[in-house]
């Protein structure tokens, strides 16, 4: 389990979390692992690869469907995710709640992504892009954490053991 910053010991309204650690949660009162960080960080960045792939796949007749394409469909949304991450962590908020955590970071991802893709095409992004980028991000985003919700609240184990 990763330690605190020492800079928490100059100003201690910092959380304690500040890098990729455990999280807790109170559930029949007592503290239980819910799951680490990293599982929820890598399922943030899995939930972004398979949008990219789902958008790819949807246009694959006016996109290219490789690698290399599905990399420059995911890089913008990817990178308001690492920037919802570090911003979070100065919340103190737990990364596994649907709310505020995954709302803020499905919000996050979507804005970055679609004004990067604005800049990068000159344009602001269709309407129907708009919609569709966020309500499928939003699904792949904040789904598994409201599953992961009802499975960890109602058995309070650690789902990685």
Partial sequence: MATALPLHNFFPSLPTRIGLSAVTTLAKDKNVKVCSDWY???SDVASILAFALLARAAHRNDLPFTF???????????TGLLAS???????????????????FVWLMSVVFGL?????????????????VAGSVSGALLMGYRAIGAKIWDKKAVDPIA
């Fill in 85 to 103: 991450w570090m911003a979070m962590h100065f919340t103190g908020w737990l990364p596994h709640k649907v709310a505020p955590a995954g709302v």
């Fill in 68 to 78: 290399i394409g599905w990399v420059d469909t995911a890089w913008p949304f990817l």
């Fill in 115 to 131: 004004s990067i893709w604005g800049i990068r095409h000159g344009a602001v992004p269709h309407w129907s892009f708009m919609i």
């Fill in 40 to 42: 929820i960080f890598s």
